[in-house]
């Protein structure tokens, strides 16, 4: 088979925060949302086949690591084509990438590359931050030291991005740079029978390191210990002086970050920093949102009442206006504040800040029962618990990754802030707390402090109960600060908009159209009969025309399917102060927790002749006594903790189960959190009741 006729293999390699996986979208024309966090690209992605002429290429990138001595799951994850020479995918060329204004470091992992005998190629990318920092690289001269083909980009400024392109489509070369000779394993490898001609020596030596079970007791293990702290020292070494020969740096021109990192990392301010950050941005999320969260609700009322003036009545214009136009009108409204906090999120994650946060929360975490790196999955879980709870791979003591899933669903998610934002919005109160907090941005971030705080908690309990066997540090490079890419934080926010709208929205639409008809429809001739009824007490002119459609909206909710089913949970949910109509939108929303909007707005749409704005029909709808609202203080606050504690995530259950391969975990996991969150509604709705 001629070359021509073959996919050539192309990893790109490096450390987190090299601007690889930038690269890799680049080439690929694949979007995904990068991140200056180690753990974010938790498997190998691949790009379809790229052809150029008769030549075909396959893109690799890997998850980013420090080193091929692997140490969590990401990393044997990324290490499994370097080191295993029967990979179905073994690399044909592997380009290095590496953030040229941090050389130093991220060299190590290119020696060790270098050893494993691939053809490989070198780019020194980020290159933009390197010139702000003074620093030169004799390009020339490396290629020279190194035996391989080295060029300089910037991802973020389009610097030299061609040849990039270029660079993929060619042969790499075998670096003649040796910077460590590995001890001879043949004694090692015939004591455990194994076949060492499969490997050269480092990939021997790799894959002791990789696979401690092979180190036959503590004695061997300290040994392979000791030479991995040796070999680092060696390479460093070699290192070092081939930067004496590449690498000059200006001293005058010191980059900013180490000043600003004095405030932000305090030990004090640091954490004030942040507090006052969140606020802020919780604050402007409804200020800069009410605007076009009202026009999207004008806009959808006025469709609605042009629909019922034009359409004849009967089941179809119901469904239309009650079922979809109220459901589609849940989805839309909160698109703005989901805009906006994304908006935020992206400026300080692209700015290097959230790095910061990262690094500032590690000793916090260490004495709630968790390793450090938990910090990243807990982060991550603000925008959604899934990919939060994959990226506690990253974490090599599995007890420490336990604890870490089973508690990163309490941080509250992207999902659960159109039932905040909806919530708070109908609250009947007025005025500042504290005399100085606007109470809609105070109320939002206490929802998202309350899930961080209980995750700790939690994470405490659960330490326990799960001893931790050993420590594994945290260790984090910390990103340059830089002015967050206007492309960057619009692609972010057009990324989650869209999620939000076809991922929640087809859910919401599937479940508005089935409630609806719950709704709609009951057993038996009960409907028909009240409906009968206020129709002769319409036509007797014992109650009025807008009377006629109240009770008519109250009694078909009730008398229907849904209403039937909700009556009989009641009696579960009435402590904590819920009614039936509650009651059916908890469940609907086990699939999604923004279905709940959407349900809410079916439910109160049933039996209405016209278009119901949600937010205005909650807000207006009374007690029994018709004197007080029937969302009052009390029943919202319970609605939100019990949303922001609850597992209301069907999807979440599942990929717990895909990562701990058990259910045991899910199961407690569903138990503990709904009985947390049962418990503290109920005290909630019982102190402010």
């Known amino acids: 088979m001629s070359r021509n006729d073959t996919i050539r293999r ?47 290429i396959q893109i690799f990138d890997l998850p980013g690591l420090y080193s091929i001595n692997p140490t969590g799951e990401d990393e044997k994850i990324a290490c499994e084509p370097l080191l295993n020479p029967d990979h ?72 030299n991005l061609d040849q990039f392109k270029e660079l993929v489509f060619k042969d790499g070369f075998r670096s003649h740079f040796n910077s460590y000779t590995p001890p001879s394993l043949k004694d090692f490898f015939e004591n455990h029978e194994l076949d060492l001609n499969k490997y050269n020596d480092y990939q021997a030596l790799q894959m002791v390191y990789k696979n401690t079970e092979l180190v036959g007791g503590k004695a061997h293990q300290k040994i392979f210990e000791d030479q991995r702290s040796m070999e680092v020292i060696i390479r460093y ?27 932000v990392t305090h030990p004090v301010w640091g954490y004030l920093i942040f507090l006052i950050i969140l606020l802020a941005i919780f604050e402007t999320i409804f200020k800069l949102a009410e605007i076009p969260m009202d026009l999207i609700e004008a806009t959808f009322g006025s469709v609605g009442e042009w629909l019922s003036s034009q359409m004849p009545d009967g089941t179809f214009k119901s469904l239309l206006i009650n079922g979809v136009l109220a459901g589609l009108s849940g989805v839309f ?60 791979r990253t974490i090599d003591n599995k007890k420490d990754r336990i604890i870490t899933i089973m508690v990163t669903p309490f941080i509250s998610c992207s999902a659960r802030l159109p039932v905040y934002i909806l919530l708070i919005s109908i609250i009947p109160f007025e005025g500042k707390i504290f005399g100085i907090f606007n109470h809609q941005g105070f109320l939002l971030m206490a929802m998202y402090m309350l899930g961080v705080i209980t995750s700790l908690v939690a994470g405490v309990v659960l330490s326990r109960f799960i001893k931790n066997t050993d420590y594994t540090g945290f260790y984090m490079e910390l990103p340059h600060y830089q002015v967050p890419r206007l492309k960057n934080i619009l692609l972010t926010c057009y990324s989650k908009a869209k999620s939000f709208v076809w991922e929640a929205g087809k859910i919401i639409f599937l479940v508005s159209i089935i409630l609806w008809f719950l709704t709609s429809y009951g057993p038996g001739n009960k409907m028909n009969e009240i409906k009968s009824e206020i129709s002769n007490k319409l036509h007797k002119k014992e109650i009025s025309r807008e009377e006629a459609k109240l009770l008519k909206a109250k009694h078909v909710q009730e008398y229907s399917y849904a209403g039937y089913f909700g009556k009989a949970i009641e009696p579960l949910i009435e402590p904590m102060g819920f009614d039936w109509r509650i009651g059916i939108s908890l469940i609907t929303s086990f699939i999604a927790r923004e279905v709940f909007v959407g349900s809410m707005a079916t439910i109160y749409g049933a039996g209405q002749d016209d278009f119901v704005n949600i937010r205005k029909k909650m807000k207006e709808d009374r007690d029994e006594s018709g004197m007080r609202p029937k969302f009052s203080i009390a029943i919202c606050l319970s609605l939100m903790v019990f949303y922001a504690l609850a597992l209301q995530c069907a999807s979440t259950i599942a990929v717990v189960y895909k990562e701990t391969r058990t259910w045991k975990w899910p199961a407690l996991q569903f138990i503990l959190m709904s009985l947390t969150a049962y418990i503290a509604s109920w005290i909630v709705f019982n102190i402010f009741r």
């Open 333 to 392: 409204v909160f698109i703005p504040q989901i805009v906006i906090l994304f908006a935020f999120l992206a400026i300080l994650e692209d700015s290097g800040y959230m790095a910061r946060v990262s690094f500032i929360l590690d000793k916090i975490m260490r004495k709630f029962g968790m390793n450090g790196r938990s910090v990243l999955p807990l982060i991550s879980g603000a925008a959604c618990a899934i990919p939060a709870i994959m990226s506690a």
């Open 88 to 159: 179905p995918d073994k690399p044909d060329h592997i380009i290095l990438v590496v953030d040229a204004s941090n050389i130093r470091r991220h060299l190590l992992l290119c020696t060790q590359v270098f050893d494993l005998g691939f053809p490989v190629s070198l780019v020194l990318n980020i290159s933009d931050i390197a010139d702000k920092k003074g620093i030169q690289i004799d390009v020339e001269r490396l290629e020279k030291e190194l035996g391989i083909k080295v060029i300089t980009t910037s991802a973020r400024t389009s610097k």
């Open 10 to 56: 192309v990893y790109l390699v490096g450390n987190p925060n090299s601007g690889k996986s930038t690269l890799f979208n680049i080439i690929s024309g694949i979007k995904q949302k990068t991140s200056n966090v180690p753990g974010t690209t938790i498997e190998i992605r691949k790009s379809n086949v790229i052809k150029r002429g008769d030549e075909k």
């Open 237 to 263: 070494k070699s290192i070092d002086k081939l930067l004496e020969k590449t690498f000059r740096k200006n001293d005058i021109n010191k980059h900013i970050s180490k000043k600003i990192d004095r405030l």
